[in-house]
């Protein structure tokens, strides 16, 4: 679709006022500490992929018309925030960004009323106080799981067998689970920004809509010119046997080095020639009670580039897809019962000169009935289906905990 068409398929939705949406003090993932309580919406555009249209430029050109030009990332900073936007929550779902990676995006939705593109303006305003809301009685019911342990390792059986074939190198599984709740959903979303190590933690709401993300990993970063993405790959448990263990593993340390490989690649279609660095590999960091290895990749921002070309090349990540990219999103979109809804994507802030976006793992969704959780983990050809199967639970099991108040 040409540029120009593009943009007239934007959906702008107004500000949403006390009577749809509580207010509460902004906490969307990687905002500025000291602004989120001065922090006012100015207005926001919503986006799915019934929609049509680019969401990479329909990001850009929105931002742009609202005073946050990033269409040039590599140039001085303009703006102020005392005549301007403070900045803007950015959020970009697994299956847009899928689709900008020309890939199939996969089975339908568990939760169609969330956007696949969200970005919401924020203006600074005095602080004021408003009285909280009396509290609800929240309920959470069971959760039911989109497929079976049987089902997971079956899919972890299939990725064997396109590994087998030569069709990729490694792929990454998301299973999900709902549950039905009673009640007001935010303050449990918010609890999970208080979990240990979750870097972008926080929410981001709409009148039929909830996002609560923990999650550990920085999918890209833009900070003093230059590029950061911080790949997070390998688990064990939080204790010194496990950490042991993590470092030890030839297997984990081989699928992580693909995905560094990965990464490495994707920020050098963007970035100026010979500046892409990694450093810290395989690091072991801790959230909740496990262990987890990352590194971090850097690189000098080529001339020109925007955030569209950003999104584009990063998104989605290479952590949560496999290698080669293209080709494991085709597998995932085979071998997943259901869509991969809030989880897998990009959450954060972007403003004048600053981007960082957190890769939406250890992340929950409320759709007005059921919250929703994903988790899953890398496959390599040396995975044992039943193990992965005990991972992902192992990664959900902190958040289904702390949805329930626990």
């Not at 040039?72 to 703006?79: E, F, H, I, M, Y």
């Not at 979990?195 to 009148?207: E, F, I, Q, S, W």
Request: some cysteine; hydrophobic content about 40%; proline content about 9%.
């Amino acid at each position: 679709m040409p540029h120009g068409k593009s943009t007239e398929r934007m959906r702008k939705v107004e500000p949403y006022v006390v009577e749809t949406l509580p207010q509460v003090l902004v906490n969307v993932p990687a905002a500025p500490p000291a602004c989120r309580d001065t922090l006012v919406e100015r207005t926001r555009l919503h986006w799915h992929r019934t929609d049509g249209g680019d969401p990479a430029a329909l990001a850009e050109d929105f931002l742009a018309a609202h005073g946050l030009n990033l269409r040039d990332l590599t140039r001085p900073t303009t703006g102020h925030h005392d005549t301007g936007p403070c900045g803007a929550a950015l959020y970009l779902s697994a299956a847009a960004g899928a689709l900008l990676a020309g890939a199939p995006t996969g089975a339908p939705e568990p939760a169609p009323t969330l956007p696949d593109l969200a970005v919401v303006i924020y203006d600074h305003a005095p602080t004021h106080s408003t009285p909280p809301p009396p509290p609800t009685p929240w309920w959470l019911g069971e959760w039911t799981e989109s497929w079976t342990p049987q089902q997971h390792a079956a899919a972890v059986d299939a990725i064997h067998a396109a590994i087998a074939r030569g069709d990729i190198y490694q792929a990454n599984l998301v299973g999900h689970a709902s549950a039905p709740y009673t009640g007001d959903p935010l303050p449990a979303l918010r609890r999970l920004g208080a979990l240990p190590g979750a870097r972008y933690g926080g929410v981001l709401t709409g009148d039929t809509w909830a996002i609560g993300c923990a999650s550990p990993e920085t999918l890209i970063e833009l900070t003093d010119g230059h590029l950061i993405t911080r790949p997070i790959k390998g688990t064990r448990p939080a204790t010194p046997t496990g950490r042991t263990e993590l470092l030890s593993s030839a297997k984990e340390r081989a699928e992580h080095i693909m995905i560094v490989d990965l990464e490495r690649n994707d920020l050098a279609r963007i970035a100026r020639t010979g500046t892409v660095t990694v450093d810290d590999l395989f690091t072991v960091r801790r959230w909740c009670d496990l262990w987890q290895a990352e590194s971090t990749v850097r690189a000098t921002p080529a001339d020109g580039l925007g955030l569209a070309d950003l999104l584009r090349a990063t998104c989605p990540g290479g952590s949560v897809t496999g290698a080669p990219k293209l080709a494991a999103l085709t597998h995932i979109a085979a071998a997943e019962p259901v869509g991969r809804g809030a989880s897998m994507g990009a959450l954060g802030w972007v403003t004048h000169g600053h981007i960082d976006l957190g890769l939406t793992i250890r992340t929950a969704a409320a759709d007005g009935e059921h919250l929703h959780t994903w988790a899953g983990g890398g496959i390599t050809w040396d995975s044992d289906p039943y193990a992965e199967v005990a991972e992902a639970a192992a990664k959900t099991t902190p958040i289904r905990t702390t949805l329930a108040g626990h």
